[in-house]
């Protein structure tokens, strides 16, 4: 095969050359002519190699290039305002497209192609309000250059501006003659028209200057260094002071709230078809500026006005004349004490006898934001009539105590009774449980709310009961260890509380209907007191331990979860007295306590062992021998519970026939026989006798041994 490239990879090849090629070329090109004078006196940004400075480099462009030189602009650009802040931000991100460069030392880069672009055809025409700045009168027949004095220059000095920075503040140009002491703002009293032309705005605007403010100086209203001197007034308007009212010329006797509710303050107007008033009422919808005084005999308040104040005379108030309410033989202050509509203790009783003197009511219907110096008998009682009250269950809400679950229905004066001067009690009521139920408990928790947080607003029945009644308590919101001592946890937390709190049909006289533990299973002394002993006292013994890691009762062994459980196992030789070893040691449980189908009569689910003896379990292969006339055990004889061929029969200590040096030779089965007809080795009885065994008598025998 020939090692030449294929046609594509020479293609790819040559391209990849021209491209790197005209990379080189387009490096070595020059600028496409001389810089503008602006730009040509900032070191360095003539040479050849700062193109970047302007045109941007690889993480830059031009237009960024231009606005960190030309800051100012950025700003105008940024803010809004200006020429530059109020053309369309994609066109003014373009900055080659209205001012070009590379014209040469005499270029202008600020021309009328620069402001045809910007939407200025005619730059002599240019409409200032472009800019924010109106422009009329005397103005207009300035030159360009009589304001922007670098308008027609073709450099600017360095750190001047052809445009920018100009002040539109009228002493920028013109002499102050007020030398400052009516600020600087100018056209609050001029226009561009001429100085002489005041652009001043009418009194009337504010305060008509007729009647009694006729004959009155400019000075005695606006003094020299007042807050409303004319000097004030003729600032910008920003700063100045506020149009007065009546109140801050003249004294008022009226109390707070009527002036308020006349001005339309207090938030709560009387209805229109009441007032036909304005929003904004004032002191001269009643007192009218020609007035000579202003306790002027036409001077009587309508309905309406009268509602304005927020005391609206309707019913009951609707026909009680002004002399009723107002005494003319009293002084004005006396006469006209500005009461509140709700006010009705100024001209009442008070039944209540001061329980609610100096309380706030917060109900926004009645009073606005809840601010009310003195009780208001509104917040129970409806304006037409003080019985029946309004106080109802919603209104109840803004007390002590909510009136919730079974307190909705009961009946108020269960609650509110009579004091010994014959008055109903409202105020101080105790909104706590306990005030009012009895202690079903019978103190049994006081010791634990002694030791807990501080009680609940409700009293410390309110930590587990609600207002719906006092039972059923859920279960998940009664920490029984804490309360009790006792914690629920396996199958005791699984139990309904019924189990061990019998409840009953009827409630005690404390209104308790859960039976009471100790009255079901007795004084409660540890797990026996619901459980039976399945056991029958066999682990209460003296001699074994009362107390395990400090678990004691049942829980030496078992869990709450299930008497089953083991979980701390189970010493046999600690608990029975008989350990286990060997085979016994690997039998399991079930081979001596036989697991019973049901449980017996006392809960128990095992059964019980045959007995201690090896006899009890095993059958013995000895028949009756060792049973007459004293019973022996099996352990006796056999050393090792693994195996029964293991003994440990001293036959001098545990027999009547002591083995001699003769017998000591011989073999068990010699003595010990199959007793064919009863089916077992005879241990016993068995003849001890010489001759029983041997035919000749012992005495024989003796005489033999000597004669040898």
């Not at 005209?22 to 700062?50: C, E, K, N, W």
């Not at 005041?198 to 009337?204: E, K, S, T």
């Not at 079903?440 to 009644?469: E, K």
């Not at 083995?659 to 011989?666: C, K, Q, S």
Request: proline share 5%; with cysteine; aromatic share 6%.
């Amino acid at each position: 095969m020939s090692n030449m490239p294929s046609p594509k990879s020479l293609i790819a090849i040559i391209s990849l050359g021209a491209v790197l090629g005209a990379a080189v070329v387009d490096f070595g090109r020059t600028a496409p002519g001389p810089l503008m004078a602006a730009h040509a006196r900032i070191d360095g940004l003539a040479d050849s190699g700062s193109c970047s400075d302007c045109h941007g480099g690889w993480t830059s462009n031009m237009t960024k290039s231009c606005l960190e030189c030309h800051e100012l602009i950025d700003i105008h650009i940024e803010s809004g305002i200006g020429l530059h802040g109020n053309i369309d931000l994609k066109a003014v991100q373009k900055c080659a497209a209205c001012h070009s460069e590379h014209h040469g030392e005499t270029f202008m880069a600020v021309n009328d192609l620069s402001f045809a672009r910007a939407g200025v055809p005619d730059r002599l025409e240019f409409d200032h309000e472009m800019i924010g700045w109106e422009m009329y009168g005397a103005h207009l027949a300035l030159e360009c250059t009589e304001c922007h004095i670098n308008a027609n220059e073709t450099v600017v000095p360095e750190g001047e501006h052809r445009y920018l920075g100009t002040s539109q503040s009228c002493v920028t140009c013109h002499e102050d003659v007020h030398e400052g002491t009516l600020q600087t703002d100018c056209v609050s009293c001029h226009s561009q028209e001429s100085f002489d032309n005041h652009a001043y705005r009418g009194h009337d605007e504010f305060l008509p200057l007729i009647g009694g403010h006729s004959t009155v100086s400019c000075r005695e209203c606006h003094a020299a260094g007042s807050t409303h001197s004319l000097e004030a007034h003729r600032g910008p308007a920003a700063q100045r002071p506020d149009a007065r009212a009546c109140s801050e010329c003249h004294d008022v006797p009226h109390k707070r709230w009527f002036v308020n509710g006349a001005a339309g303050r207090n938030g709560v107007k009387a209805p229109a078809q009441l007032t036909g008033m304005a929003a904004n009422v004032l002191c001269s919808d009643c007192h009218k500026p020609h007035h000579v005084t202003f306790q002027d005999d036409s001077e009587l308040l309508t309905h309406e006005q009268h509602a304005a104040s927020l005391f609206l005379l309707d019913e009951p108030h609707h026909e009680v004349s002004c002399d009723a309410c107002h005494d003319p033989t009293l002084t004005y202050t006396e006469r006209y004490p500005g009461r509140k509509q709700e006010q009705c203790i100024a001209c009442h009783d008070d039944i209540h006898r001061g329980q609610f003197d100096g309380l706030a009511f917060a109900s926004t219907e009645t009073f606005p934001g809840g601010d009310v110096d003195e009780a208001g008998c509104l917040v129970c009682h409806a304006k037409t009539h003080f019985a029946p009250t309004t106080f109802d269950v919603f209104a109840h809400e803004d007390t002590d105590l909510p009136l919730e679950g079974a307190h909705v229905e009961t009946d108020c004066n269960a609650c509110h009774e009579l004091d010994a001067q014959g008055t109903r009690v409202f105020h101080g009521v105790e909104h706590t449980c306990e005030s009012c139920h009895e202690d079903s408990h019978l103190g049994f928790f006081d010791a634990r709310l002694a030791q807990n947080p501080p009680v609940p607003f409700h009293g410390d029945c309110a930590r587990c009961h609600d207002p719906n009644g006092f039972s059923p308590v859920d279960p998940a919101d009664f920490d029984h260890h804490f309360w009790t001592g006792y914690p629920l946890e396996g199958a005791h937390a699984q139990t309904d509380c019924a189990t061990c709190h019998e409840p009953s049909d009827e409630p005690d006289v404390t209104g308790r209907s859960l039976g009471r533990v100790s009255e079901v299973y007795g004084e409660v002394q540890g797990c026996f007191t619901c459980h039976d002993d399945v056991h029958e006292g066999l682990f209460d013994r003296k001699e074994v331990p009362a107390r395990v890691e400090g678990r004691k009762d049942c829980a030496r062994c078992h869990t709450p979860t299930s008497f089953r459980e083991l979980p701390h196992g189970f010493e046999h030789g600690t608990w029975t007295g008989w350990e286990l070893k060997d085979s016994h040691a690997e039998a399991d449980c079930t081979a001596c306590h036989a697991p019973l189908r049901r449980p017996d009569e006392i809960g128990r689910t095992w059964g019980r062992a045959a007995g201690r003896e090896c006899s009890a379990c095993h059958q013995s292969p000895h028949g009756d021998q060792f049973d007459v006339p004293f019973k022996k055990e099996c352990t006796e004889c056999h050393q090792s519970a693994r195996a029964f061929s293991v003994l440990r029969f001293n036959h001098d200590l545990d027999s009547r026939f002591p083995l001699d040096d003769a017998h000591e030779e011989v073999a068990c089965k010699e003595c010990h026989k199959l007793d064919t007809e009863a089916g077992f080795i005879r241990y016993r009885p068995l003849p001890m006798e010489c001759v029983d065994c041997h035919g000749v008598h012992e005495s024989v025998l003796r005489r033999r041994r000597r004669n040898r």
